[in-house]
C-alpha cells in the first residue's frame, strides 16, 4: 500500500520539526454512510428535491427561498445526525495525540463526525463551516448559535417541509432576522473569520508533511493548501481509491504521491508507523 521509498519519505519528515497536517473531504465521511458530493448519489449530484444542487448552495437562492434552503440543509442535518465516525475520523484522533503542537486537521467537512470522533478543537480548522451552527443571515454580528435542538432533531427526507413553528426558531436571536445555516456557498468567498482563511494558508507554509484525504480538489482553498506546502518543500500524500485533481497534479512532482486507498484502510496504516517511528 505504502512504498518502500514514500516510507522513507514519510520517516524522514517525521524526524523533522514541521508541522504534520491533514486536509480533508467528504470522502473521509463515505465509510460512515455519508454521501459525497460529487460521487454517484452525491449530494451535488442528486441535489434537493425540486433544485439543482448549483442553486441550492447559494446565498442568492437563499435570499429568494430560504425555506427551501434550509430544508436542503436540515435533510443533510438529519442524515448526519445518526453517523458515526469511522476508522479514518478515529486515526487522525489518534495521530493528532501522537503529534501534540506539530498536527492540524483542515476538513471541508460540515458534519460533526471529527467532534464525534473526538478531535481537539484547537488543531481543527473547518474551511466550509460546521453544520451545527447558524448564524444572522444579515450579519447583524459574527455570532454562531446552535441550530436549535426542535429543528435541528427531526428526522427528515429530501421532501419534508418546514412548519411554520420551526421557521420562528431558526431566527437570528440577536436581531430576529432569518437566520442562515453556518457553510460557504458557491456565491461565497473564504474568509478569516468564519473559515480560517489565513490560519490555513499559514500551516500549510508551515507543514512539512501534507496527507489530501478524500477529496476531489475542486474548490480553490484546497488547491492553494497543497501549493503551499510544495512551495516550501514539503511533501503532499494524497490518499483516495479514485484519480483525482490532486493525484494528477502530484504525479509530475518530486514531492507528490497518491496511496490509492480508502481513507479507513491507509489511515490505520500511517498511525502505525508514525508509533514506529516518531
Ligand atoms: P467530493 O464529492 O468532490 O469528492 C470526494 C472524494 O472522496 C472523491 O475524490 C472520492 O474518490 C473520494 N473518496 C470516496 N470514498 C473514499 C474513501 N473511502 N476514502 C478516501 N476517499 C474517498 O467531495 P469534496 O472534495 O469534499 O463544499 O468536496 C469539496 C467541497 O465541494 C465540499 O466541502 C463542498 C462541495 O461543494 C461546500 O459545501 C462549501
Redesign the pocket.
Same mark, same amino acid.
Given at each position: 500500500m505504502i512504498s518502500d521509498a514514500l516510507l522513507e519519505r514519510i520517516k524522514e519528515k517525521l524526524k523533522g520539526q514541521r508541522k504534520i497536517s491533514f486536509l480533508v #473531504? !467528504?470522502?473521509?465521511s !463515505?465509510?460512515s454512510g455519508i454521501p459525497?458530493?460529487?460521487?454517484k448519489d452525491?449530494f @451535488?449530484v442528486s441535489g434537493s428535491k425540486n433544485y439543482q444542487p448549483e442553486e441550492i448552495?447559494t446565498k442568492a437562492m437563499f435570499d429568494v427561498n430560504a425555506h427551501a434552503v434550509w430544508e436542503w440543509f436540515l435533510f443533510r442535518i438529519s442524515m448526519m445526525r445518526d453517523s458515526q465516525p469511522n476508522a #479514518?475520523h478515529r486515526a487522525l484522533v489518534e495521530m493528532q495525540d501522537l503529534l501534540g503542537d506539530r498536527y492540524a486537521l483542515i476538513s471541508?467537512? =460540515?458534519d460533526g463526525l471529527h467532534f464525534k470522533a473526538g478531535s481537539d478543537e484547537n488543531c481543527l480548522f473547518l474551511i466550509?463551516?460546521d453544520l451545527r451552527y447558524m448564524r444572522c443571515s444579515e450579519e447583524c454580528s459574527k455570532q454562531l448559535y446552535p441550530i436549535p435542538a426542535e429543528v435541528a432533531d427531526q428526522e427528515r427526507t429530501r421532501s419534508t417541509k418546514l412548519t411554520f413553528e420551526e421557521l420562528q426558531l431558526l431566527v437570528c436571536p440577536k436581531c430576529g432576522e432569518m437566520a442562515r445555516p453556518h457553510?460557504? @456557498?458557491?456565491d461565497e468567498y473564504y474568509n478569516q473569520s468564519y473559515y480560517r482563511l489565513h490560519d490555513v494558508l499559514r500551516i500549510a507554509k508551515e507543514t512539512g508533511l501534507l496527507f489530501v =484525504?478524500? *477529496?476531489?480538489? !475542486? *474548490?480553490n482553498l484546497?488547491r492553494a493548501i497543497v501549493n503551499n506546502t510544495l512551495a516550501r518543500q514539503g511533501i503532499v500524500v494524497d490518499?483516495?481509491?479514485?484519480s483525482?485533481y490532486f493525484s494528477e497534479k502530484l504525479s509530475s512532482k518530486k514531492n507528490g504521491f497518491w496511496i490509492q #486507498?480508502?481513507? #479507513?484502510v491507509v489511515l490505520p496504516r500511517v498511525v502505525e508507523i508514525m508509533k514506529e517511528h516518531l
Open positions: #473531504g !467528504a470522502g473521509l !463515505a465509510e459525497t458530493f460529487r460521487g452525491g @451535488w448552495g #479514518g471541508q467537512n =460540515v466550509h463551516g457553510v460557504l @456557498w458557491f =484525504v478524500g *477529496t476531489s480538489g !475542486a *474548490t484546497p490518499i483516495n481509491p479514485n483525482n #486507498g480508502k481513507s #479507513g
